[in-house]
């Protein structure tokens, strides 16, 4: 082997060195690349003289060199392919090489004769010269000085993808994550990894502190550098709010966490003092906010500044107009015949106090009659305004807008809340016209109407709340339902509980079950659970629940076995829903979408699928969205249907199309935006929150043990509408039903709340609300 050849294999692992003939594929959002090279060198004896090269890089043109390190792999379609790992391009030295790229295509203004002139001038130090000294490019007869700017910029711009992917590859960054930093600094991106990688844990999400400190390490950052004490902290700070739900973290606990982060390099020890004196400096420059002995990221403590102020002015805003108890009582007598029902004492409270209060919190478990009580509010106020419900009757340019506002988090509880009421409801998202990094509606453009219920408010972190909040105009009423024993939101916060521990807010607390769920042993378990208990009946075969003990390794069976009943008895996949506390191990989310999609929708002739790394998406998939996507309007949480996977040729594109039905709206997945859907035959308990499901599937072992929690079990058993089955191990429900969330959030809402709405100090008698009672 030659000596050059020797070097290359010096990087490990196999390596193939070609030119290449012709692009197969290319998305120039993933730079997935399928082509076709001439090979000129490789690793592997007996090597074929061309070969196709499978990887992630820019978009190939022929006769360009590239060295790639990688394995060959047998395709079962495609036969043997190169599979690469990462790259190197091989710029071109000769003359002839340089003209070729020159004038390639790649730099616009740039043909065969003006690239010889360059080649002439410059020789083998041509691109060099366009990158790094670009003026010396009008010693070029006939080049203007704006003609050269724009090659140079393309030099540029071309080679600083390349440069950025293989510096980042050296640090494990896979091509998704390189790209997602590429796009945020382009061209500046070597510049800023080489000077300050640590930006990296502000600008980019997916890069944390430990990542972005193996680059400053590696660029020559000492060891005892205050910018990573700054960057631990900016860290530490946006783990405690994303992975822990925190709006703050005391000063001290921030402290001991960066001591203990930075500690884990060995290589040097921070004092407190140290780490405090950082703090102070960055709270200074505007990067975190420093209050008392809480440290914030400056959105996070604005937004709990927001909650509060906007809370204290809802609070003392009157409304604008007052109903008399007998107009309020006979209207309400009215909605009581033409609904067909009788209010409890408890739900006409709750219907007076949102008559009258200007905000209001309604809250109560399953079978109290929350909906029950919105049904009869709507359209109590709308007889109360003279104002119709009919949508129809506010569709003419010079109609009034529509008066009742219904919101929720998410596309389901949306849905749920919608036909529970028979009135229009959407997301949050959608009536602030959220729009990725701005709102439409906020305080300079307030919302329009006259009430507005937010239900699962237990849902909402206090960003959003914050954002809803501010776009409520004088005047309006605010009512917030949710079931204060559910889980918390996933992002920062504790609003609901907050919201009702804080003493400022009226509140009515739902508690009798009524007639028509006093048959619901799923309700009854629901009860149970949230008192810490299981019932004596929990292993019982009941007409609406069952229990199926088993372990670990016959879980999956066991559920495999209660789906092909339910699919035997006429019920879909939609109708099914596994939940399940963690992704990994033992009857995890992952593993249980794989086995769920193979009994539910297996491969079949003629049936179109995409394959995705380990995932395939398949025609007739359940799926699920993992992100936010204001402009297709479809949420984190929503759950669609794959109805078709078109071909490039069918959609006029250089990729397949995924495309998936959510209720009554398709949206269309180019390949590159695949990652924001997963399979949904099994999900999260805390993804399903805010949905009901017909039948739900909840399995719990001793393996999921540090995730199980009261609240976790609880909204898991009340996401069932008509069939809960429970499996696995029956010391795991008990020990999830006895062991309360005692794990803290770092919240100050109910501090601020004291101190914005009435100067009174936090705290305050504990609720005392019996059934219907109100707090106030």
Same mark, same amino acid.
């Given at each position: 082997m030659r000596e050059d050849t020797e070097q290359l294999?010096?990087?490990?692992?196999?390596?193939?060195? =070609?030119?290449?003939?012709?692009e197969i594929f290319h998305n120039d959002e993933t730079l997935y690349t399928v082509a076709r090279v001439k090979v000129l060198e490789a690793s592997e004896e007996g090597a074929p003289d061309e070969a196709v090269v499978v990887g992630h890089f820019p978009r190939p043109h022929p006769d360009e060199q590239y060295i790639f390190y990688g394995e060959w792999?047998? +395709?079962?379609? *495609?036969?043997? #392919?190169?599979?690469?790992?990462?790259?190197?391009?091989?710029?071109?030295?000769?003359?002839? =090489?340089?003209?070729?790229?020159?004038?390639?295509?790649?730099?616009?203004?740039?043909?065969?004769?003006?690239?010889?002139?360059?080649?002439?001038? *410059?020789?083998?130090?041509?691109?060099?010269?366009?990158?790094?000294? @670009?003026?010396?490019?009008?010693?070029? @007869?006939?080049?203007? /000085?704006?003609?050269?700017?724009?090659? $140079?910029? &393309?030099v540029l711009e071309h080679q600083a993808l390349e440069q950025a992917l293989v510096f980042l590859y050296e640090f494990g960054i896979g091509t998704a994550l390189a790209l997602r930093i590429y796009q945020v600094y382009r061209h500046d991106t070597l510049r800023v990894l080489r000077e300050d990688p640590y930006r990296l844990?502000?600008? !980019?999400?997916?890069?944390?502190?430990?990542?972005?400190?193996?680059? =400053?390490?590696?660029?020559?950052? &000492?060891?005892?550098?205050?910018?990573?004490?700054?960057?631990?902290?900016? $860290?530490?700070?946006?783990? /405690?709010?994303?992975?822990?739900? +925190?709006?703050?973290?005391?000063?001290?606990?921030?402290?001991?966490?960066?001591?203990?982060?930075?500690?884990?390099?060995?290589?040097?020890?921070?004092?407190?003092?140290?780490?405090?004196?950082e703090i102070l400096a960055l709270h200074e420059e505007g990067q975190v906010v420093v209050e008392g002995a809480r440290c914030y990221l400056p959105s996070l403590y604005w937004a709990e500044v927001g909650v509060a102020r906007h809370v204290a002015r809802l609070l003392a805003t009157p409304a604008v107009e007052r109903f008399s108890d007998d107009e309020v009582r006979a209207a309400l007598a009215a909605v009581e015949e033409e609904l067909g029902i009788r209010y409890a004492p408890s739900q006409r409270l709750a219907i007076e106090t949102a008559v009258r209060e200007p905000l209001m919190i309604l809250t109560g478990g399953p079978g109290t009659g929350k909906t029950t009580v919105l049904r009869g509010l709507c359209r109590l106020f709308a007889r109360l305004w003279k104002l119709p419900l009919d949508p129809a009757a506010y569709r003419a340019p010079d109609s009034p807008p529509y008066p009742i506002l219904l919101v929720a988090p998410t596309g389901r509880a949306a849905k749920r809340m919608g036909e529970a009421t028979g009135l229009p409801a959407m997301?949050? $998202?959608?009536?602030?016209?959220?729009?990725?990094?701005?709102?439409?509606?906020?305080?300079?453009?307030? %919302?329009?109407?006259?009430l507005l219920i937010v239900d699962e408010t237990s849902m909402m972190d206090i960003w959003l709340t914050n954002q809803l909040l501010r776009a409520v105009p004088r005047g309006m009423r605010v009512l917030f339902v949710g079931d204060a024993d559910q889980l918390p939101s996933v992002g920062p916060g504790?609003?609901? &509980?907050? %919201?009702?521990?804080? $003493?400022?807010?009226? !509140?009515?607390?739902?508690?009798?079950?009524?007639? #028509? &769920?006093?048959?619901?042993?799923?309700?009854?378990?629901?009860?149970?659970?949230?008192?810490?208990?299981?019932?004596?009946?929990?292993?019982?075969?009941? @007409?609406?629940?069952?229990?199926?003990?088993?372990?670990?390794?016959?879980?999956?069976?066991?559920?495999? #076995?209660?789906?092909?009943a339910a699919l035997a008895k006429g019920y879909a996949a939609r109708d099914i829903q596994v939940l399940a506390p963690m992704y990994r191990g033992p009857a995890g989310v992952d593993q249980l979408n794989r086995e769920l999609q193979a009994l539910f929708n297996p491969p079949a002739p003629g049936k179109g699928e995409l394959e995705l790394g380990e995932t395939v998406f398949r025609v007739g998939d359940k799926v699920l969205q993992l992100v936010?996507?204001?402009?297709?309007?479809? *949420?984190?949480?929503?759950? =669609?249907?794959?109805?078709?996977?078109?071909?490039?040729?069918?959609?006029?594109?250089?990729?397949?199309?995924?495309?998936?039905? *959510?209720? /009554? +709206?398709? !949206?269309?997945?180019?390949?590159?935006?695949?990652?924001? %859907?997963?399979?949904?035959?099994?999900?999260?308990? +805390?993804k399903a929150q805010g949905s009901e499901f017909p039948i739900v599937i909840l399995p719990l072992l001793r393996a999921h043990w540090r995730m199980l929690r009261r609240n976790l079990l609880y909204t898991g058993v009340t996401r069932a509408k008509s069939y809960l089955i429970l499996c696995g191990e029956r010391a795991a429900f008990a020990h999830a039903a006895r062991c309360a969330d005692d794990r803290e959030r770092f919240t100050a809402l109910i501090e601020r709340l004291a101190q914005t709405v009435d100067g009174m100090p936090a705290g305050g008698e504990d609720e005392a609300v019996a059934d219907g009672q109100t707090n106030g």
């Open positions: 294999a010096l990087f490990g692992g196999g390596f193939l060195k =070609g030119e290449i003939l012709h792999v047998d +395709h079962p379609k *495609f036969g043997r #392919q190169y599979h690469a790992r990462r790259f190197e391009k091989a710029l071109p030295k000769t003359r002839a =090489g340089l003209i070729k790229y020159l004038s390639s295509g790649l730099f616009p203004g740039v043909g065969k004769k003006t690239a010889e002139k360059i080649v002439d001038r *410059f020789g083998e130090q041509a691109l060099t010269v366009i990158a790094q000294t @670009p003026e010396r490019l009008e010693e070029i @007869p006939g080049l203007s /000085a704006a003609k050269a700017r724009k090659i $140079h910029e &393309a844990i502000v600008d !980019v999400e997916g890069v944390g502190f430990k990542r972005a400190d193996e680059i =400053g390490r590696a660029m020559g950052v &000492a060891v005892d550098s205050p910018r990573r004490l700054r960057a631990a902290c900016l $860290h530490l700070l946006q783990e /405690a709010a994303h992975g822990g739900g +925190h709006a703050f973290l005391p000063v001290p606990e921030l402290v001991g966490r960066v001591v203990r982060l930075l500690d884990e390099s060995g290589d040097h020890r921070f004092s407190d003092a140290d780490v405090e004196r997301t949050v $998202h959608r009536l602030l016209g959220w729009r990725g990094d701005a709102v439409e509606r906020d305080a300079d453009n307030p %919302l329009e109407g006259r504790n609003v609901l &509980a907050d %919201l009702i521990a804080s $003493h400022r807010v009226p !509140v009515v607390r739902l508690t009798d079950v009524y007639r #028509q &769920a006093e048959g619901s042993s799923i309700i009854r378990l629901a009860h149970a659970v949230k008192d810490g208990v299981l019932p004596d009946d929990f292993a019982d075969p009941l @007409p609406d629940r069952r229990f199926f003990p088993c372990s670990g390794e016959t879980c999956v069976e066991v559920i495999k #076995q209660v789906c092909t936010n996507n204001p402009e297709a309007q479809v *949420f984190n949480g929503d759950i =669609g249907e794959v109805v078709a996977i078109l071909s490039p040729e069918e959609v006029g594109e250089r990729e397949p199309v995924v495309v998936v039905r *959510f209720d /009554a +709206h398709e !949206v269309r997945y180019r390949r590159s935006q695949l990652h924001q %859907l997963t399979l949904a035959y099994c999900c999260s308990i +805390h």
